[in-house]
Nanobody
């Protein structure tokens, strides 16, 4: 089992920045990808970014160039730096971990955190 705990959400003005953290514990050696998914109000949970255990990063088109995902293996933590935030970026951000090779499909991720709320004021 893998446990994921997110932190770092909050309220920010449009154009501002936030950094989200996802701390993993448990049987983390089996994790291949760690990802962030975004769920806006009344919308489906959608892929935002993922990082492999080797550090290869992948992004949804909507966040490419604005968000950066990195990992600190010494802390078992993955970070999502979000710049130039827009009102559409608001919602709950979930950290997820996968033991497989699929990157962006929600169904590929077996372990999920509780989510952290991001609000963007226009």
């Amino acid at each position: 089992q893998v446990q994921l705990v997110e932190s770092g959400g909050g309220l920010v003005q449009a154009g501002g920045s936030l950094r989200l953290s996802c701390a993993a514990s448990g049987h983390t050696s089996t994790i291949v990808f760690t990802a962030w998914f975004h769920q806006g109000l009344g919308k489906d949970r959608e892929f935002a970014a993922a990082i492999s255990r080797d550090g290869d990063a992948y992004y949804a088109d909507s966040v490419q160039g604005r968000f950066t995902i990195v990992r600190d293996n010494t802390r078992n933590t993955v970070y999502l730096r979000m710049n130039s935030l827009e009102p559409d970026d608001a919602g709950v951000y979930y950290c997820a971990a996968s033991e497989g090779s699929e990157i962006s499909h929600r169904s590929a991720y077996s372990f999920w955190g509780q989510g952290t709320q991001v609000a963007v004021a226009s």
